[in-house]
């Protein structure tokens, strides 16, 4: 019974390690194309957020940022280790769009635990390795999945609300509002996320950081390009004078003209991306079919060698080309 048992996980292990291999292959092929075409707009974003030689040396010293990471600085010697990676600095930006108000380190201590005290429950339980591993990661990983999901609504809907939160700004200006009070008027008759988000910046300027820094942590704290595009124009305005009401019109007509053609191009578009779901999941349907209609058919593809590695190449283009669809129907407006 045991030998039956470590044949078997032996056998899945010769299985998933091929299928696993071929996913990061795929992903790290779409990464390296991803990062080759990106040049240019991650040039924008840093004209947007104002990144130049003076910015640079400032950020040398003590800015915002670090002031708010010392607020959440780490206690506990896996925290402190999980700081070190970019990763946990882009997570714990992630809590904060969507919402939540936790510490991104503690957070994947948290996780970490209830995986691996999962993982020695399922193990004294008599599961199979394979199972007890896979339960865990999914035990780690759903959940942050399920935090950038959140994220991505979250940021979705504040761009549905911008529209109305520029043109009720503008009213605010033109019935003689100051901008702080104006700020103030949105975070009470808008609901979240840009009630919360301009909320947020009333009550930082109103503790004594100037409007102008208050507006620069909004938009690092969305990352949104319409935001920025606010943020920059309020800048400007308050350098150089001008009718901003004018300019909030503008842009909030420019905004409500992205949604609607952002909508038409996903409409346009849904074919493509039904596609691409269509022709990376029929190929496995298919196979479980024919597995479980005739299991001698395929044997050849999990036992022979040179089946081995054609069913991992298989899974390379099946992910490529999947990833290729992905980008092709990604239209960016």
Known sequence: ??????????????????????????????????????????????????????????????????????????????????????????????????????????????????????????????????????????????????FYRRRKKRLARLVGQLPDVFELLSQALRAGHSLASAMQLISREVPDPAGTEFARVFHEQNLGLKIDDALRNLAERVDLLDVRLFVTAVLIQRQVGGDLAEVLDKIGALIRERIELHGMVQVLTAEGRLSGYVLLALPLICLLAMQGLNPDYGKTLFTDPMGKMLLTVAGVMQLMGWAMIKKIVNIKV
């Open 1 to 146: 019974m045991l030998a039956t048992s470590t044949a078997a996980a032996s056998g899945a292990l010769l299985i998933a390690l091929p299928l696993l291999g071929s996913i990061l292959l795929a992903y790290g092929v779409y990464n390296v194309v991803f990062d080759l075409r990106k040049g240019d707009r991650q040039r924008i974003k840093e004209r947007l957020r104002g990144d130049g030689p003076r910015r640079a040396e400032a950020r040398e010293t003590l800015t915002l940022d670090d002031f708010r990471k010392q607020t959440r600085a780490a206690t506990g010697l896996l925290a402190r280790w999980f700081t070190r990676f970019s990763f946990t600095s882009h997570f714990q930006r992630t809590l904060e769009q969507a919402n939540l108000a936790w510490s991104a380190p503690q957070t994947l201590v948290n996780l970490t635990a209830v995986a691996t005290v999962l993982l020695a429950v399922l193990l004294l339980l008599g599961v199979g390795p394979i199972a007890a591993v896979a339960a865990a990661l999914a035990t780690f990983v759903v959940p942050i999945l399920y």
